[in-house]
């Protein structure tokens, strides 16, 4: 009995950090959804690089790997100073005509 709650309480401390890490991109999940879709609009087609035909699959996924960490780490740390993300802020403007 003691053993299975010793691998509870080891399993929650595994599952809280990508939990906290995560949390920021959920608290802004409107401003990361037209965040990344600016971003890989602007580098992958032809207003941007235009790289789609030069990349590999996996290049692509890298590239997106790097957009996504990016908007991740911008989420953080502008919850630092901020209740909620920019297009959060104006939905609520807008729905509460404040």
Same mark, same amino acid.
């Given at each position: ?17 990508? #939990? ?17 879709? @600016? ?20 290049? @692509? ?11 991740? /780490?911008?989420?953080? =740390? /502008?919850?630092?100073?901020? #209740? ?8 609520? #403007?807008?729905?509460? =005509?404040?």
């Amino acid at each position: 009995m003691a053993d299975s709650k010793v691998r509870v309480r080891r399993l929650r401390t595994l599952t809280r950090r990508p #939990r906290h890490v995560l949390a920021p991109a959920g608290r802004v999940a409107a401003s990361n959804y037209i965040g990344q879709s @600016v971003l890989t609009c602007l580098v992958f087609t032809g207003y941007g690089l235009a790289p789609a035909g030069r990349l590999s699959p996996i290049a @692509v996924m890298g590239v997106a790997l790097l957009i996504y960490t990016a908007l991740l /780490w911008l989420s953080a =740390w /502008w919850l630092r100073t901020h #209740r909620y993300g920019p297009v959060e802020y104006g939905l609520r #403007r807008l729905t509460n =005509w404040t």
